[in-house]
């Protein structure tokens, strides 16, 4: 059984930073993990993903340039630096782990239970 926890939501202004953090238990070494988030009223979206053999990465083209997924094993850790925040990034932030990286959120076994990030104007 894997459990995903988040850390490091919260408020920050426009054109801040926000590094958010999922700890792992279990065998997440072996997963893919991904990043998601849903805004009011929306569905949930992707966000990025980081492959768990090449630690190959991908992102929506929204966070592009913006957002950096990383890893490290050895803490069962994976992390979204968000830099360039804009409103339209409020929303709660999940951590999420799968046998592959991939867009759709049904590609994901295991989900923690999210993180609030608001950017204000």
């Known amino acids: 059984q894997v459990q995903l926890e988040e850390f490091g939501g919260g408020l920050v202004q426009a054109g801040g930073s926000l590094r958010l953090s999922c700890a792992g238990s279990?065998?997440?070494?072996?997963?893919?993990m991904g990043w998601f988030r849903q805004a009011p009223g929306k569905e949930r979206e992707f966000v990025a993903a980081?492959?768990?053999?090449?630690?190959?990465?991908d992102y929506a083209d929204s966070v592009k340039g913006r957002f950096t997924i990383s890893r490290d094993n050895a803490k069962n850790t994976v992390y979204l630096q968000m830099s360039s925040l804009k409103p339209e990034d409020t929303a709660v932030y999940y951590c999420?782990?799968?046998?592959?990286?991939?867009?759709?959120?049904?590609?994901?076994?295991?989900w923690g239970q999210g993180t609030q990030v608001t950017v204000s104007s």
């Open positions: 980081i492959d768990w053999i090449d630690w190959r990465t």
């Open positions: 999420a782990a799968g046998p592959y990286s991939s867009w759709p959120p049904s590609a994901y076994d295991y």
């Open positions: 279990g065998r997440t070494r072996r997963l893919a």
